[in-house]
């Protein structure tokens, strides 16, 4: 007999990972069929659209009760197995409960949803350049139930059947290929099928609009098995751009794949369609080379959309990326490189994650860290980038650092309970240390091995779910070892392992380098070690006393047993009397922060390092120790200018402008900070007279805009420079296009130098989607104390001064514009606003979504302070009122007290830099 499951809360947004395996025992779900009704989207104001619903699925206890997820506007009618429920007593806001299961089941929903501005779900975006509106769904983890009723955990795989009613004109796509495409009569309600008699016409009154022009319902193919967050509509007049694979699996059949790319239409004059379809084109040959498995979902289409939340998302057969890739003003060659890397990653995605997904979100690594790696490895072997490593190194990894070092880090098999944890565990750990913890298993393994137990994997697990012992079981297959030790060492602990290397004196006169393992998870204080296998160089200056250059290197393994964590180099020979570089990761193949000896770190804080990765690796090395508080912010300030602005590879100096930015605020002591600024902004301006044109000049014009929000030395070359006079500056290829323009425009306004009807006027001029965003920081941005709390106030409600809902992407603006400060007067208005801050925390959290309420909450926190001479970091009021709030709110959300825990470590952080360097 099988026990009766508990009847579940109608009220309960937050689904737990204890429910989802209780409704994943007793169900099985098979088919969805999902039509949504979008005749009204184009009308102004336009709020919610009708859904209807049909669900099959078996149980396997009879008698019992279940729950479908959804987070619509409200459900019209609720029909179990053919008997109607009372929706009054059955629905709530977050669930739909379904009493009474049978062995085999259907649930017929009628059901309105709502517009999204959040980005989560259908997000409804009005283009100001020709009011066209465009519509996009993003889902993940857990939005599909803001769309349509659903059983919304990713190991309830099921077929999905999707229709789209909309206007004639627009584009209507799904996952898969449309299969029919026929007119819809006049007066005909959504959700009729053909031949059913038409109703009176509810779905456009319950849009809140009339019709506007001629209309189509689109059928699309059934999906094979997915997962409910990976499935996707999209509706608009998007411009699109089709193309054709023709591949496969080597020596396997040829397999034809259509492909397309959209974006909006007042975006197609940038639009680089032919270089996105030979990538795609590329990947698509890497991924069934890699794999072994043919690309299995049909047709591939690209679509860059606005508004959007993240870099990108792998919905199978219909992929999103934001827009900001479709490049309308200059972009550098590292952001082309980028928009590749997210390509790829994506990519990877229709296998790592898509073909085979993870049970729950504790394995959320299973698709993220692979696809991470996967994607910087396809960009490397796949397409003319030299530097995808190069950018890993320095860009991807510094982010699992400063995550890994948090006292909320986790390990990379993490503890999911529930879903706002798992909304949150989209960070540096799942991306990006599991990322370079897979590069370092590929050279630990073998690269040949870790590809064979990627086919298997895929082979054993297609259109299924599967977890970590999954993925072990078919390394183990393929190295004949047992990797439960490396699996504990480097997937279930957190903390970031700490290399160094030294030289010990030996017997006979020879010098030995030796290599240290240590390291501490910062929650816990336990020691951090793990098995490593590296390659350990050494780099000295070179004839010609320029750059220090590879002299040596030899790989060697590290056994986290190994006595003091001390692993001997014995055939490595360092010559004396000659400025050198002990590098412990050369080629950066593992996972670790790196401390550098004493004559090291003189070493390169004087000389360039000839190699490109090897630079890579050691300037991520001295941004930790600045963030570690072991080198004084001035003298990586001095660093950068002195050999950083010099490096080739742009992508190494845009992360060293921002670092520089980032120590400037939070890493410098006040006393400092005046003249270092100015230092920073007069190389800033002196190099772009040393460059003509280019990424590097033009990296370091958005650099100079940046700081001369804070920082005044310069707005002169600004005006000018907007005013056309930039010969009269000895400046010549920067291209002062709409980005520049309004980076200028809001360094002058922090300052007060120019008004509102200024910034009003250049908005008139070219209204633009992006033009709106930047008006709004800008005007946000000026010193006056009105202004800042409207901003304040602003972002708090998230809504404008009419009361209407602010988008993702404007909520961000108001409240980047609202922290600067560009004076002490300003500064100290925003300062008075902190106790309003604690004291909001808990209704913003309640109110928004997760989504907006963590920009505002992080967005918010002010914790760029000082640190007065002598004091204790830990005793600074900032500090002391963070615990308070954290001490007082101890039953709070755990995912709102995680963004304050992390907000108070990065401000301890930062305070005891400053400490240190005034010591």
């Not at 689109?218 to 054709?244: D, K």
């Not at 590329?282 to 939340?309: C, I, S, T």
């Not at 670092?659 to 400037?664: E, G, I, K, R």
Request: hydrophobic share 40%.
């Amino acid at each position: 007999m099988t026990a009766q499951l508990p009847f579940p809360r109608a009220d309960v947004e937050n689904l737990t990972r204890e429910e989802a395996a209780q409704r994943g025992t007793l169900l099985e779900v098979t088919h969805y069929r999902v039509e949504v009704d979008l005749r009204g989207a184009p009308a102004p104001k336009a709020e919610t659209y009708p859904v209807r619903t049909r669900i099959d699925f078996a149980s396997s206890a009879v008698g019992v009760s279940t729950f479908l997820d959804h987070l619509g506007a409200s459900v019209e009618s609720l029909v179990l197995n053919g008997e109607t429920l009372d929706v009054a007593a059955h629905v709530g806001p977050a669930r739909i409960l379904l009493p009474g299961l049978r062995a085999e089941n259907t649930v017929e929903i009628r059901s309105t949803s709502r517009y999204s501005r959040s980005g989560e779900g259908l997000h409804r975006f009005v283009d100001p350049s020709d009011e066209q509106v465009y519509l996009y769904t993003q889902y993940e983890p857990a939005d599909s139930r803001r769309v349509f009723p659903v059983f919304e955990q990713p190991d309830l795989k099921a077929r999905f059947s999707f229709s789209i009613i909309g206007p004639q004109h627009w584009q209507l796509r799904s996952n898969s290929p449309a299969i029919s495409r026929m007119p819809l009569e006049s007066g005909e309600a959504a959700g009729a099928a053909k031949g059913e008699p038409a109703g009176a016409d509810d779905a456009a009154e319950a849009a809140g609009a009339a019709v506007v022009g001629p209309l189509v319902r689109v059928e699309f193919a059934e999906t094979p098995r997915m997962s409910s967050y990976i499935t996707a509509l999209l509706a608009g007049p998007y411009h699109h751009v089709e193309g054709h694979y023709r591949g496969g699996v080597p020596g396997g059949e040829t397999v034809q794949i259509p492909l397309s790319v959209l974006c909006r239409a007042s975006l197609a004059e940038h639009f680089d369609a032919d270089a996105l379809l030979e990538l795609t084109q590329r990947g698509l040959d890497f991924f069934h080379a890699e794999f072994a498995y043919p690309y299995p979902w049909g047709k591939y289409d690209q679509v860059f959309v606005p508004e959007y939340n993240l870099g990108a998302m792998e919905n199978p057969g219909l992929v999103t990326f934001t827009e900001t890739y479709v490049f309308d003003t200059a972009a550098t060659d590292a952001q082309y490189e980028t928009r590749a890397n997210t390509l790829m990653h994506e990519m990877a995605h229709m296998w790592f994650g898509d073909l085979v997904t993870m049970h729950w979100w504790d394995d959320l690594w299973l698709k993220e860290s692979f696809a991470d790696y996967m994607g910087s490895l396809a960009v490397d072997e796949a397409t003319d980038w030299t530097t995808s490593w190069i950018s890993f190194a320095n860009g991807r990894k510094a982010w699992a650092y400063v995550q890994d070092q948090l006292p909320t880090t986790h390990p990379i098999v993490a503890d999911i309970p529930d879903l706002e944890a798992a909304d949150q565990n989209f960070d540096g750990i799942t991306y990006a240390k599991g990322a370079s913890v897979l590069k370092q298993l590929a050279a630990y393994a073998g690269r040949e091995a870790f590809r064979e137990a990627a086919r298997r994997y895929f082979s054993r697990h297609a259109f299924g779910n599967a977890s970590l012992g999954d993925f072990l079981a078919v390394l183990e297959e393929v190295t004949g070892a047992n990797m439960d030790d490396w699996a504990r060492a480097w997937l279930q602990t957190a903390g970031v392992p700490v290399l160094s290397a030294e030289l010990d004196a030996a017997g006979g006169g020879a010098d030995r380098v030796l290599v240290r393992e240590q390291g501490v998870a910062p929650a816990t204080g336990e020691s951090v070690s793990r098995p490593h296998k590296i390659r350990v160089g050494v780099h000295v200056l070179d004839a010609a006393g320029e750059t220090l250059a590879l002299h040596a290197a030899q790989e060697v393994f590290l056994d986290p047993a190994a006595p003091e964590g001390l692993t001997p180099v014995p055939e490595l020979s360092v010559p004396a009397d000659r400025p050198r570089l002990l590098l412990p990761n050369e080629d950066d193949l593992t996972y670790a922060k790196l401390s550098l000896d004493p004559e090291s770190l003189a070493a390169v804080l004087t000389y360039p390092v000839a190699d490109p990765l090897a630079r890579a690796t050691v300037w991520a090395a001295l941004w930790s120790m600045v963030r570690d508080g072991e080198l004084p912010a001035r003298r990586f300030l001095a660093a950068v200018q002195q050999l950083g602005l010099g490096i080739d590879e742009i992508v190494v100096v845009q992360g060293l402008l921002r670092q520089s930015l980032t120590a400037l605020e939070r890493y410098t002591p006040a006393d400092e900070r005046p003249a270092l600024q100015r230092d920073l902004a007069a190389r800033l301006a002196a190099e772009l007279t040393r460059r003509t044109g280019g990424d590097h000049q033009r990296a370091t014009a958005r650099t100079l805009a940046t700081l001369s929000r804070r920082e005044g030395s310069q707005l002169e070359l600004l005006e000018a420079l907007l005013d056309g006079g930039a010969a009269d500056h000895g400046i010549s290829g920067l291209r002062i296009d709409e980005e520049l323009r309004w980076a200028f425009l809001q360094a002058l306004a922090a300052h007060g130098r120019v008004s509102l009807d200024q910034l009003d006027a250049e908005l008139a001029a070219k209204t633009t989607a992006r033009a709106r965003i930047a008006h709004r920081l800008a005007a946000a941005a000026r010193p006056d104390r009105r202004v800042k709390q409207a901003a304040f106030g602003q972002a708090l409600a998230g809504t404008d001064d009419s009361g209407e809902e602010l988008s993702n992407d404007h909520l961000t603006a108001t409240v980047d514009g609202f922290t600067v400060a560009g004076d002490p007067e300003t500064a100290a208005v925003i300062e008075r606003q902190t106790e309003a801050y604690f004291d909001a925390l808990t209704d913003v959290w309640e109110r928004m979504s997760q989504g907006q309420a963590t920009r505002v909450v992080s967005g918010l926190y002010p914790g760029a302070q000082d640190l007065d001479a002598g004091a204790e970091p830990t005793e600074h009021p900032l500090a002391l009122r963070t615990q308070r709030w954290l001490d007082e709110n101890a039953d709070a959300p755990a995912a709102l007290r995680r963004l304050l825990i992390e907000e108070q470590d990065q401000l301890l952080r930062g305070l005891r830099a400053q400490a240190a360097a005034q010591g």
